[in-house]
């Protein structure tokens, strides 16, 4: 099949995904239209849960796998929508719809390309595709539960929107829980150890810390207090304050190092990590999957959102048709020519690694 046909086909897989509700642990029915889609072109596929998984028709052992990864779940849609977000249509170039963006048209746009390679033989990489869920929830039955069910794999492309630009590197996440204690009393009374104002010096402390160690690619590490809470009653000091801290991890730390330095300088009573599995991610520049990007003209960037790629143990390249910009965005849009330039940008980049 042509890649005109091919590329049709995937912007038809989209507009049925947009119009098939797909929030994270509930995308049963997305997973069955991808089904769908591999059982017309006759790729054997399995399906773990709401994950569609394959590999290539000549796979070999002994070669090493590139992982091409995007999801199918999304977001609620937020209140400020005027369309029906579940309603796939087009508009001066633009198709409008839920997912649109993050990340259904770079989905679709892998799922084309991995369709292209999949029944080519002496490829130089295993190919694996795995249609994920639960990404936006970071959810226990995403792409983390599929690493030990597909072959190991030794570099990956997650399809996330990027403009087709090189995302080389991505930032952590490290959520904490602190606490600033205090002595509880009757409001009327002295209290030279009021938890309120305790708090005025470890937020000054926040405000103020900087970690050692920037990088390249994603620059600093960025500590933000984002919640704060204290106190029922008017008349009552409370014993504790709690805060939320939001901390985004370069890739010159792991998560554990970053929770270390916290507890031993933090001036709160308590910080306690919520998880510490949402490391930072990159691939080196001079891997040869970022070396033939930069050959095809794409820039190279870090980027500071999430995605899968933070359940990834090996290198690994955030690339796809859209702009993150968009994502979760009230009357989400991709330009169907992203969609069109991203499936021949990633055949073409591939086929300058793998074939």
């Not at 997305?30 to 017309?40: G, L, Q, S, V, Y």
């Amino acid at each position: 099949m042509g890649l005109e046909q091919l590329t049709n086909d995937a912007i038809q897989l989209l507009k049925i995904l947009i119009e098939t509700q797909s929030f994270s642990s509930e995308e049963d029915i997305t997973a069955a239209h991808i089904e769908d889609w591999f059982k017309r072109y006759k790729i054997d596929y399995k399906r773990t849960k709401n994950n569609v998984w394959a590999v290539n028709k000549h796979f070999q052992e002994g070669k090493p796998t590139l992982l091409l990864n995007s999801h199918h779940d999304t977001v609620k849609p937020n209140s400020a929508y005027t369309n029906n977000p579940f309603e796939a249509f087009v508009k001066d170039g633009k198709l409008y719809g839920l997912g649109s963006n993050d990340a259904g048209g770079c989905l679709v746009s892998l799922i084309a390309t991995f369709t292209h390679f999949y029944n080519q033989d002496n490829l130089k990489y295993n190919l694996v595709i795995v249609a994920s869920a639960e990404e936006e929830s970071s959810g226990p039955n995403g792409l983390n539960s599929m690493l030990p069910i597909i072959p190991k794999v030794d570099v990956a492309i997650v399809g996330e929107p990027t403009l087709m630009n090189l995302a080389v590197a991505e930032k952590g996440l490290v959520v904490f829980d602190a606490v600033i204690q205090g002595t509880p009393s009757h409001a009327a009374h002295p209290n030279e150890n009021n938890a309120i104002y305790n708090s005025i010096e470890a937020l000054q402390w926040f405000k103020d810390f900087k970690f050692e160690k920037g990088s390249k690619a994603l620059g600093d590490v960025k500590l933000t207090v984002t919640q704060i809470n204290a106190g029922s009653q008017h008349n009552v000091v409370p014993g504790h304050v709690d805060l939320v801290i939001d901390v985004r991890v370069n890739d010159a730390y792991s998560n554990s190092e970053i929770a270390k330095i916290l507890q031993d300088k933090a001036p709160v009573t308590k910080i306690t990590p919520r998880s510490l599995r949402l490391n930072s991610s990159s691939i080196p520049e001079n891997h040869e999957l970022v070396k033939a990007g930069i050959a095809m003209g794409r820039s190279t960037y870090g980027s500071p959102t999430l995605s899968d790629q933070a359940v990834l143990s090996c290198p690994s390249l955030k690339l796809g048709p859209g702009d993150s910009t968009r994502s979760h965005s009230a009357d989400e849009f991709i330009y169907v020519s992203e969609i069109e330039e991203g499936i021949k940008i990633y055949i073409e980049l591939l086929k300058r690694v793998v074939v």
